[in-house]
């Protein structure tokens, strides 16, 4: 489905009805763009189309939309943020974290690692939007094995581990700090109600009875796992490094969607690493054990690399505590899913797990490792 300058469809396109921003893009615009992208100081645009582009496991969050514009010779990823009225700099998901971030130049100033952030040939704000334009980049690894994931967690390692030994952490006020501990904020109200919703048969599949009164002294030691994470050594965190985040080689990992970033913990940004790749990779499920010390392994291993001395168990630690609050916030986006027939993420695990009672079983099994696992390894590590 694409959408040409001259005014022409092969289908409807229905972002194009909500932008017309988009639709409106002239030669003007995109001629300084196409030069950079080129490299070509005479380049021209000539003939090109505008084609939507799916976006990552946090489009969830609403509010953005991604599209590719290409011509002849060229292609160019425009990011178009739009503004949620009223929302505060510091939200955990703040919608012009990202423009800000870029616009700022810090990302221009990241350790030399094997991780950079993505090519940004401009960006224009608007009154209801901003926008981005990205490189167009190639996938070159549409299958990662183990080692992979181990080279991706040592790079993010290198990167954290870099502002744990001396570079200044960046203190913008629309940058996040401790953004796990954020996640809490929505959730009284979901644990709060808890017993109705375990009412419905699909609520009792994904939070098992059995399970309920583990779940519910997680949610009580909440606050003993945040302030944690604010006692341990502190970073610069991405907060969302996960695959579709990520464009990886042998050579170097390119890092894309900044809008979470901010201050956290030391292990902190494995997290999203971890957490939702188990969502999108079944084949990790062969043996969590093994994937989960294989991501710490090379975290450490990146950590060593930037020369941090300090304690794996550190590392550990914020990694664990800041994992269990995301498999709590999950208690509230798993229960708020089942409970809405018309979600479009619950419709999507509904077709790739082939019914609702096979997504609950998969949120179980899910929650099995990412809270109730990961809290008992915690609670040792916290023995005095």
């Known amino acids: 489905m694409a959408y040409t300058h001259e005014g022409t469809s092969d289908a409807p396109f229905e972002a194009m009805l909500l932008d017309e921003r988009v639709g409106g893009l002239t030669a003007e615009t995109l001629t300084p763009i196409v030069r950079q992208a080129t490299g070509n100081p005479t380049a021209v645009p000539g003939a090109w189309a505008i084609e939507p ?118 203190t913008a006020p629309w940058l996040n700090v401790h953004f796990h501990n954020r996640l809490l904020e929505p959730l009284p109200e979901t644990f709060a109600r808890l017993d109705e919703g375990l009412k419905r048969p699909l609520i009792q599949r994904a939070l098992p009875l059995s399970e309920k009164e583990a779940i519910l002294a997680i949610w009580q030691e909440a606050p003993r796992y945040a302030e944690v994470l604010t006692k341990l050594p502190q970073t610069l965190c991405h907060n969302d490094a996960f695959r579709r985040n990520m464009f990886h080689s042998d050579n170097e990992t390119i890092l894309i969607d900044w809008a979470l970033a901010g201050r956290g913990a030391v292990g902190e940004e494995l997290v999203a690493l971890v957490a939702i790749s188990l969502y999108l990779d079944s084949a990790l499920w062969a043996d969590l054990a093994q994937f989960d010390q294989v991501v710490f392994d090379g975290y450490v291993a990146g950590l060593r690399d930037a020369g941090w ?76």
């Open 53 to 170: 582009m799916s976006g990552g496991w946090g489009g969830a969050v609403g509010g953005t939309a991604l599209y590719r514009v290409h011509g002849v010779g060229w292609a160019l990823v425009l990011k178009v943020l739009y503004e949620r009225p009223d929302e505060p700099v510091d939200a955990p998901v703040y919608w012009k974290r990202e423009f800000a971030l870029y616009r700022s130049g810090l990302l221009a100033q990241l350790p030399p690692t094997g991780l950079r952030p993505p090519t940004v040939y401009a960006t224009a704000e608007f009154p209801e939007a901003c926008w981005v334009w990205l490189a167009d980049i190639a996938e070159e690894k549409p299958h990662w094995t183990l080692d992979d994931y181990h080279l991706v967690a040592r790079r993010l390692g290198q990167f954290n581990g870099a502002y744990l030994t001396g570079l200044p952490i960046p």
């Open 309 to 384: 001395p300090g304690e794996a168990r550190l590392a550990r630690l914020g990694y664990l505590c800041a994992m269990v609050l995301r498999g709590l916030a999950g208690v509230r986006q798993d229960v708020g899913m089942l409970l809405d027939e018309h979600n479009p993420m619950l419709r999507q695990r509904e077709q790739d797990l082939g019914s609702k009672e096979a997504v609950a079983d998969f949120m179980a099994d899910v929650r099995r490792f990412r809270l109730l696992q990961m809290a008992d390894e915690a609670r040792l590590l916290l023995v005095p």
